[in-house]
Structures are given as C-alpha cells and as structure tokens.
C-alpha cells in the first residue's frame, strides 16, 4: 500500500479531479495505452502500436477514465507521469540513506545531496538526525515513525524541513519499508525526489518535451518544450550536444549512451532519470520516456518523451 504522508501542516497539492491512485488499478494493456498516450502518441498511432482497433481503443479510454477520472487526455497523461516519477527516480539512482529501526541509525548510501551531509557508509544515530530537522516538523516525524510501526504501507513521500548552517532546506524523499515476517518495520530506505512546496495552495503541473532520433542518420529533433525545459535554443545547430551538456556532470555518460544501451539490450523501451543544470546551478529531476521503433531491417527510430515536474 502507498500512501503520500505530508510531515508540514500545509495543502496537499492534487491534480483536480485526478485519483493518481488508479493507476495502481490500470490492467496491463490499459497502463500500455496511457503510456503511449503520455509519450506523445496519438490514437491512430496507438492503435497501430497495440494492434488494436478504434473501437477497441476507446473501450480502453471509457476504463482508464473510470479508474482516474473524467479529465482530459492531458490530464490523465499528468497522472500517469506523476505517479511513475517518484519511482522510476528509485531506479535510476538507488537509495540515497536508510535507517535501521531496531537499530535507529541512520547512514548515507551515495554521494548524492541527502538530509545529512555525512560521509558515504557513515552511520549516526537517527537521534542526531532528527536534531537537525526544524522543530515545527519534529513531532510530525515522530509521528510518522509511530505510524509505520502501527500500519503496514511499504511506499510513501515526504517532504521536511532541514535546518543547515547556511540556513533552512527542504527535502523530500521516495521511502520503502521493508518488514519482517510478523509485518514488524525493520528497515527504511530513500531516495531524495524533488521538492514539493505545499506550503501555497496549488496544483501539480507538469512540462512535456519530445525529441527524435534517426538511429540510421543520427539526425536528432526536439520540439519547442523539450528545448524550454531543457533551456537551449530550437535552432541550435548541435542540439543534442548542447542538451547532453545540460546533464549532471556524473551522469553524462549515462545519458549519452541511454539510446544505444537500450538498443544493445534488444528493448524496445526503457525509462531513466536523471539532473539537469538549471541557470542558478541547482539541479532539476527529469524523466525520459524512451521507444525504440523498429522496421524490416531493425531499430530504426528512437522517440522520447521528456517529463519535468513543477507545482504552481
């Protein structure tokens, strides 16, 4: 069971009229036909994909409908990209901290900006931790410890306030639990996600770019949104350079090489995330979408759609 838990007594920030949670209730093919819907496709396009016919297609809508809401198509693809941005962050990047329950300890797990800026593998006592965190949000943490002990959820969101000595952070991070055979809370790992304000009244929004990449030409395209989020300019003659220069120093290679790895796999597609550069040097999480189209004589076409997340 997942749950979103806000540690601030703020508005929880919603897609109106949007049950997120539906989409843990989507059958396989109805999460296909979202997918492909939030990566750009249009029905046509997807009833070629799936092999399906209009009529087909539209019983599919009437029941994803059914299971998020009567929204627009845009709004349902919002759904769909929020509720996998979390987790598809996890599995790009691996935990970034656990706390050992039994234990309460805390410890670093990567390089990567955490609640505490300790060494990597250092372990503290999760006393210290919550001595760092902003007093108004103490007894909601302790609460919340509380509450995984006594409920049996195994995925949740928070976002808290740090005091550092520069001055107060927000962070957020995408938690598992992992429990015991009796359902006893051992083990809770996280990564860090991007922050969410809560603390103004607003809704979740979400910027969609798509790019193009001929695997035959190698001549690459991005539509006016891919290069706003991305804060190149349209008509920049190496445009795929000048974005993968955008990337987290770290991950550059990753990213170069995420297209030919995936072609290399034999899949068809593949899902990544990762940091880019904002102006200000701060970072930003994106996630690509990525498709890898194929014709007679193998993969031919790759098509990505990418999705940055903001709340206003």
């Known amino acids: 069971m997942r749950r979103r838990l ?7 920030v919603e897609l109106r009229g949007v049950d997120c949670a539906g989409i843990n209730a989507l ?7 979202l997918s492909l819907a939030a990566s750009g496709y249009l029905d ?5 994909q799936l092999g399906v016919s209009p009529n087909t297609l539209r019983t599919y809508w009437a029941r994803i409908r059914s299971k998020i809401g009567e929204v627009p198509r845009s709004a ?5 990209a929020t509720e996998n941005a979390n987790r598809a962050v996890v599995e790009a990047s691996g935990a970034d901290w656990e706390v050992d329950i039994e234990r309460w300890t805390y410890r670093r797990l990567s390089s990567r900006s955490t609640l505490l800026e300790i060494g990597v593998n250092e372990e503290i006592l999760l006393d210290d931790v919550i001595e760092a965190i902003h007093p108004e949000d103490v007894p909601n943490v302790l609460r919340l410890l509380e509450e995984i002990r006594a409920g049996d959820q195994s995925e949740f969101t928070f976002e808290l306030r740090v005091v550092r000595p520069n001055g107060i952070d927000t962070t957020s991070s995408f938690v598992r639990i992992d429990r015991d ?3 006893q809370a051992t083990r809770l790992t996280g990564t860090r996600t991007q922050n969410v304000d809560l603390r103004a009244a607003g809704r979740a929004t979400v ?12 001549v690459f395209t991005g539509d006016a949104e891919f290069c706003a989020i991305f804060g190149i300019d349209p008509t920049d003659p190496d445009l795929r350079e000048t974005a993968m220069a955008r990337f987290h120093p770290e991950e550059r290679t990753l990213t170069s090489t995420f297209v030919s790895s995936t072609v290399e796999a034999g899949k068809k597609r593949a899902r990544a995330t990762h940091r880019l550069r904002l102006p200000d040097d701060s970072y930003r999480w994106i996630t690509t979408d990525l498709r890898i189209e ?11 759609a ?4 903001d709340h206003d």
């Open 6 to 12: 806000d540690l601030q007594p703020r508005p929880v």
């Open 27 to 33: 059958s396989r093919r109805e999460g296909e036909v």
């Open 44 to 48: 046509k396009q997807i009833c070629l």
């Open 76 to 80: 349902l693809a919002v759904a769909y």
């Open 181 to 183: 055979e009796a359902g």
């Open 207 to 218: 910027e969609v770019g798509y790019w193009t990449r001929d695997l035959r030409t190698g």
């Open 294 to 304: 194929h014709d007679a004589d193998g993969p031919v076409r790759a098509l990505g």
């Open 306 to 309: 990418v999705m940055a997340f």
